[in-house]
């Protein structure tokens, strides 16, 4: 039974400068408000919510945000700090203090080296664009084994789905484990065969994002690669 999203092939895209909305609806995230209407700023697909209207970019690099969770790439060491990549154009110190490990000067290697792979909490980013992170909250962590791949920004919030539905359905049909960061980096593991049926579900989602009825058709390659549906 095809769902009520499935009445039209593709959502919205819309350009600067077109019109969104004539209401009291708030005007969000790449979008501005003008005689009480509410255009584009950006290039993206058109997103409507009860309260507000925005644009979701089709591209872009990944902006740090105070409480997003991302997956960072240790690059550097030094004697009470290590420098994470995190997919931004800014570097993030991760000093000690930050991590669940007592770490004594100089001793940093001794608990994170460089390829190591962590995830973390963006804390704090301030005006200069200068990042805090910190793997002191419940579930951060080094994380050990398994592989990390890419997808753009912009398109971690369809990888995640409403109220988590679609890293939920991911989990359960290749009973991987998986962590999606804000800033575009997954991190996957789980039985080889496993993996590569998550990373293609993923790469089918960032390739279609646009698409509506994407949920149902990721559910049917999951089941058809398991063999469910043999």
Known sequence: MPTSDSKENTREIVVPGDLLAISSKRAGPGTYSQ?????????GIKSVRPDSVSVVPLAGRYLPVTGDLVVGKIVDTGASNWLVD????????LHVNEVPWRVEFGETRKFMQVGDIVLLKIV???????ISVSMRDHGLRKLTGGMVIEVSPSKVPRVIGKNGSMIQMLKNETACRIYVGQNGRIWIDGE????????????MIE?????????????????KSSNKGA
């Open 86 to 93: 995190i997919n931004s154009p800014y570097p993030s110190p």
């Open 124 to 130: 704090a980013v301030n005006e200069l664009k200068r």
């Open 207 to 223: 390739d279609e994002a646009h698409n509506l009825g994407l949920t149902e058709k990721v559910k049917e390659f999951l089941e």
């Open 192 to 203: 080889l065969d496993n993996i590569v049926r998550a990373v293609q579900a993923i790469k």
């Open 35 to 43: 005689g009480g209407k509410i255009f584009a700023s950006q290039l």
